[in-house]
């Protein structure tokens, strides 16, 4: 039985599929939405045995078409900025989940659409899906991380020109910026998802998460990336699974990894 109200997870083998389900809304982003991803990614994954999240929209149109408006309107100085803090803090933990996260892209990406799939480790883009930062026609600016993680993703001249502008691009415009990983047909875009993730099933789930710390250490004021790739290096050859991928190269054979 599925205990969220706008999430539905959808468990395919060893992928956890999320969908964002306020198909109506075109998957806006209201309070319970964050409630919900805030409680999956602290603890609901532990229902699923996953070793990747895909993130996408339930239906057609939208994967998310941004935070809630309905929501917003209305709010005060000290409630926006306490918003704005509680969106950053679930998306970072989105980007600081110890498994891979990617979002399916398969339509609308907006605001807080678009700062939730930049937060994912991956991104693919349906050729039909549009992103963009519009939140400057509604007065107000990006609150959960967009203007930092555009960016860092696609570089402050464009990034600005993006955030100031508030246009909408297609997904192949997304691709040269590098805002995406790939583009593919609608139809392809979830087996084209499930395809990266099943690759990322036979890496070692213990070095998975050390690539996604040691990649975010670098945007960490005051961290030595440097110094913390090469803890994380350490940490990692005292694990089963660095002796074991070693012997299974040795040994000709398919590294059978156990997260140890
Ligand atoms: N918040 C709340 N509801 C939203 C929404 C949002 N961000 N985006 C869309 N919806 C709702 C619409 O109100 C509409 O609901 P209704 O049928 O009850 O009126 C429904 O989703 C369908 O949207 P609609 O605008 O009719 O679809 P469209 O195909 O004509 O346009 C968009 C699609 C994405 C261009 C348009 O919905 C839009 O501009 N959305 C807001 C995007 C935005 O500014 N996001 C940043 C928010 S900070």
Do not use: W
């Amino acid at each position: 039985m599925n205990s969220y109200q706008t999430l539905l997870p959808e468990s395919k083998d060893h992928v956890l599929i999320l969908h964002l389900n306020r198909p109506d809304a075109l998957n806006a982003l209201n309070a319970t939405m964050f409630d919900e991803l805030d409680s999956f990614f602290t603890g609901g994954y532990q229902d699923y045995n996953a070793s990747c999240v895909i993130i996408t929209g339930k239906g057609e149109k939208a994967f998310a078409a941004g935070a809630d408006i309905k929501e917003l309107h209305g709010l005060s100085s000290q409630q926006a900025e306490s918003l704005s803090r509680k969106g950053q803090k679930i998306f970072q933990k989105i980007e600081e989940f110890h498994l891979p996260v990617i979002a399916a892209v398969n339509g609308f990406a907006l605001g807080g659409g678009c700062e939730l799939a930049m937060a994912c480790h991956i991104r693919i883009a349906s050729s039909k899906a549009k992103f963009g930062q519009p939140e400057v026609s509604l007065g107000i600016i990006p609150g959960y991380g967009g203007t930092q993680r555009l960016i860092q993703l696609i570089g402050k001249g464009k990034a600005t020109e993006l955030l100031l502008t508030g246009d909408m691009i297609n997904a192949e415009e997304a691709l040269q910026l590098g805002l995406v990983n790939y583009v593919t047909e609608p139809e392809q875009l979830m087996d084209r998802s499930i395809e990266i993730a099943n690759k990322l099933h036979t890496r070692g789930p213990l070095a998975l998460a050390g690539v996604i710390k040691s990649v975010n250490a670098h945007f960490i004021p005051g961290i030595d990336g440097y110094g913390f790739e090469s803890r994380t290096f350490g940490a990692l050859a005292s694990t089963n699974d660095f002796e074991e991928g070693t012997s299974a190269f040795i040994e000709k054979r398919k590294p059978a990894f156990q997260g140890k």
